[in-house]
């Protein structure tokens, strides 16, 4: 099997490493992980840079607006993404979205190392777009299963 690597980030102005592995170990045992206002990308930045910043999050504002909790209520129309609420689950349109500007961009394939109720993985798939995606908890893993059973075409 062949293993590509998909996006790597590069600061090409960033302090000296003592200074990136101090911040990095004050923030160890931190328990205030949030998905828009503290992530792992939030952490990377701050530790390269000292600003407190993810692109991600940003991408997603300008796609779904400021008001995070919009994208379960937009989740919450679509069908298959209703099929069970989950709490850390974001927009399919935003995954979509992102697929989309990567294909400009040449082929896509998408690995989600914590895919929970599978969003990015029938994002992937209804975009044609070769997708991996990991689960550590069980019951979630057959919600993501379950939805992936669903298809447009029924005679597919």
């Given at each position: ?8 980030k ?31 990308e ?9 600003e ?12 779904v ?6 994208i ?16 850390a ?15 400009e ?12 109720s ?6 992937s ?6 997708c ?18 669903y ?6």
């Amino acid at each position: 099997m062949d293993f590509y690597i998909i996006y790597v980030k590069k600061y090409f102005e960033c302090d000296l490493r003592l200074i990136i592995l101090q911040r990095a170990k004050r923030r160890l045992g931190e328990k205030e992980y949030n998905l828009f206002y503290n992530n792992c990308e939030h952490f990377a930045h701050y530790c390269k840079t000292g600003e407190h910043r993810s692109r991600q999050v940003e991408s997603y504002k300008r796609i779904v607006g400021e008001n995070g909790i919009a994208i379960t209520i937009e989740n919450l129309k679509l069908p298959v993404h209703r099929w069970f609420r989950y709490s850390a689950g974001f927009s399919a349109q935003w995954v979509e979205t992102v697929i989309t500007q990567a294909k400009e961009q040449g082929e896509v394939t998408v690995l989600d190392p914590f895919a929970g109720s599978g969003t990015t993985l029938l994002a992937s798939e209804k975009l044609e777009v070769e997708c991996y995606g990991i689960e550590a908890h069980p019951f979630v893993m057959r919600v993501a299963k379950a939805k992936l059973l669903y298809r447009t075409c029924p005679d597919a």
